[in-house]
């Protein structure tokens, strides 16, 4: 998927966390005229935790780069997938029980080969 930021999101509740993630996505199309920018697989329950991939398009995330600036780059992270996963944890955090993300290319290729 050429042009997507693929994100592993691990949740202890799909629905809150969801629907906080898609509330987001949502304002986020909203604030850059975007239209159905990303999409959500279902989870798969395990360990007790839920697990899904959340997947955006980089032009969605380009937009959001362009309109905050230096703010953006003020971000925690290397690369605009890194920031762009900062950003998202900050605006969901709060809304949604305990949750976690990661970019699925780097989970992957770990070193440790565990995924």
């Not at 799909?14 to 509330?23: E, F, G, P, R």
Request: hydrophobic residues 40%.
């Amino acid at each position: 998927m050429e042009g997507r930021i693929n994100i592993n999101v691990s949740a202890i509740d799909y629905d809150k966390t969801s629907k906080a993630l898609t509330h987001q996505l949502l304002l986020l199309e909203e604030m850059v005229h975007g239209h159905e920018d990303f999409v959500m697989t279902d989870s798969e329950f395990a360990f007790g935790w839920h697990f899904f991939v959340l997947s955006v398009n980089k032009s969605l995330v380009e937009r959001l780069t362009e309109i905050m600036g230096s703010d953006f780059e003020k971000l925690k992270g290397k690369g605009i997938e890194k920031k762009f996963l900062t950003w998202l944890t900050k605006k969901v955090d709060g809304k949604s029980p305990r949750f976690k993300l990661a970019i699925k290319e780097e989970m992957e290729s770990s070193k440790f080969g565990i995924f």
